[in-house]
């Protein structure tokens, strides 16, 4: 069965001329807010990718914006960001072949282990961590949009970001909004309350999603609409890491992640430093056959 999870890793693709109409579509393998994931295979290299197929009716300053974006993506070198091979612009739809991640997303992960313990936490946020040096400090871009279905798995225990400006600029534009699919959910007080935002509201994402995994519960309170949620996020306390079920590092990590005003928060750099990441060093954990065999004996990988 194609791209199980027995499938050969995906090689670096030595052809810089990726034509669309040399992908052969397999199926669908995710939805999100800004259109669909579908599986593709080069016919001649038989190689997988991930295209993304976004159906557009933007503005033109929008499309220039997301070129933009795109190109910078298309130069990311970072084996802790999903690699973006290219991208197609035909009769207004955008398709962006990307790196195929066949473990999908943390948020398809979580449906199955429903929690994730903090051992294995710790080495998957080595890896976020990793990416996010790289965007902050190599690159200088602010990712925008973290969230579960944003940080990618594969076969080989890797742990990538992905849809880094992508997603944010697609959510934002105007054209877009009255279809906004997407999650106001991991946005940082500043940033949902339409402020200035920086590196420091990635961090703020972070936190969040760390919380979710090592709980399994997004960590604000349902709320019906919008403005519940930013009045909650702006006015409430920060979510934390109850101490009575998780370690004083790990509580430490998140507090240092989600402190409510941005200059508060520790940077990537300063957070990879952090006693968290290296307190189950001596397990020695194997995220390959973690990501492979939690939650369920019949996980398949997609
Ligand atoms: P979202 O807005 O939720 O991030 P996406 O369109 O980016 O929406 O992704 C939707 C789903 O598609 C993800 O949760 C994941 O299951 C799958 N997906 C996205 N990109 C990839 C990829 N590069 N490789 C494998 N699966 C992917
Ligand atoms: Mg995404």
Known sequence: YIGNFHAPPIEPLDNHHLSIHDLEAIKVIGKGSSGTVQLVRQKWTGQFFALKVIQLNI?????????????????????????????????GVISIALEYMDGGSLADFLMT????????LAAICKQ????????HHEKRVIHRDLKPSNILI????????????????????SAQRDTFTGTFNYMAPERISGQKHGYMSDIWSLGLVM??????NFPHPPRGSFYELLEDVVDQPSPSAPSDQFSPEFCSFISACVQKKATNRSSAQILSAHPFLSMYDDLNVDLAVYFRTAGSPLVTFK
């Open 154 to 173: 594969n076969h080989r225990g890797e742990v990538k970001i992905s849809d880094f400006g992508v997603s944010a600029i697609i959510s934002s534009s």
């Open 211 to 216: 919380l979710e995994c090592a709980t399994g």
């Open 128 to 135: 976020v961590l990793k990416g996010l040096m790289y965007l």
């Open 59 to 91: 503005q033109e300053s929008i499309r220039k914006q997301l070129a933009q974006e795109l190109k910078l993506s298309l130069s990311t070198q970072c084996q802790y960001v999903v690699t973006c091979y290219q991208c197609f612009y035909v009769n």
């Open 113 to 120: 282990a429903r929690t994730v313990p903090e051992a294995y």
